[in-house]
């Protein structure tokens, strides 16, 4: 397994117009996270999964933003009406369930820029 | 809730010995992370601290003051390949499922 990846690396996309994110994580994690960063900034907690159970979302999260694990497995990141606001990194992360083996793996990211 | 502050810049020199501090504030402590992040790629885990005291790992050591809420990450024999962002992350109160950030230290390496 060569890690968590993300899908697309970029997007570009005009103010007003739908985008969707994959993340797949390192296969036998079943934590999935959602984080934000913006230019300078530590990346900003967004939503978790443990298996295929969204168990938090952040107030960050509006109603534009949805996540999905369908199958405890790959995720979706769905953003509705984009706003210039919402560019930014959008990074995943995943994580075994054990204590010890907390360390939450990133993928390289999507940079979204909306125009 | 959870509150981090950590320096937003540093800078050294190549072959130097670095401090990077990091003061929290949290509702519960399930210990402190610092990561690594450079500069457009993911972030990658350095340590892991629970228990009050250093901990070394080959040139990066990462201590944890419980009391003071207060940690530091220590780079040694300082290398270009170091310039990066540092950040300081606590668990959110809720347990262990979220990672609360620091701003990040952004640190730059000099010849």
């Known amino acids: 397994d060569t890690g968590v990846s993300q899908n697309p690396r970029h997007k570009i996309t005009k103010r007003g117009q739908n985008v969707t994110f994959r993340c797949d994580p390192i296969s036998e994690h079943n934590r999935l996270y959602w984080y934000r960063q913006t230019l300078g900034q530590g990346p900003e907690f967004l939503t978790y999964?443990?298996?295929?159970?969204?168990?938090?979302k952040s107030r960050l999260l509006s109603d534009r933003f949805s996540a999905e694990r369908p199958k405890g497995s790959f995720s979706t990141l769905e953003i509705q009406r984009t706003e210039q606001g919402d560019s930014a990194m959008y990074l995943c992360?995943?994580?075994?369930?054990?204590?010890?083996?907390?360390?939450?793996?990133f993928g390289p990211g999507t940079r979204l820029t909306v125009t | 809730g959870q509150n981090i502050d950590q320096p937003t810049e540093m800078t050294a020199t190549e072959g130097a010995i670095v401090q990077i501090n990091c003061t929290y504030q949290t509702s519960g402590f399930n210990g402190l992370f610092w990561y690594q992040q450079h500069a457009g790629e993911a972030p990658t885990f350095l340590s892991y601290?629970?228990?009050?005291g250093l901990e070394e790992k080959g040139r990066f050591s990462s201590f944890l003051s419980r009391s003071k809420g207060y940690s530091y990450l220590l780079l040694k024999e300082l290398q270009m390949k170091d310039s990066a962002s540092y950040l300081c992350?606590?668990?959110?109160?809720?347990?262990?499922?979220?990672?609360?950030f620091g701003t990040g230290t952004r640190l730059l390496v000099s010849p």
């Open positions: 992350a606590a668990p959110g109160n809720t347990g262990f499922q979220k990672l609360v």
């Open positions: 601290n629970v228990l009050d």
């Open positions: 992360a995943s994580s075994t369930s054990g204590d010890i083996s907390y360390e939450q793996y």
């Open positions: 999964f443990q298996n295929e159970a969204q168990l938090e």
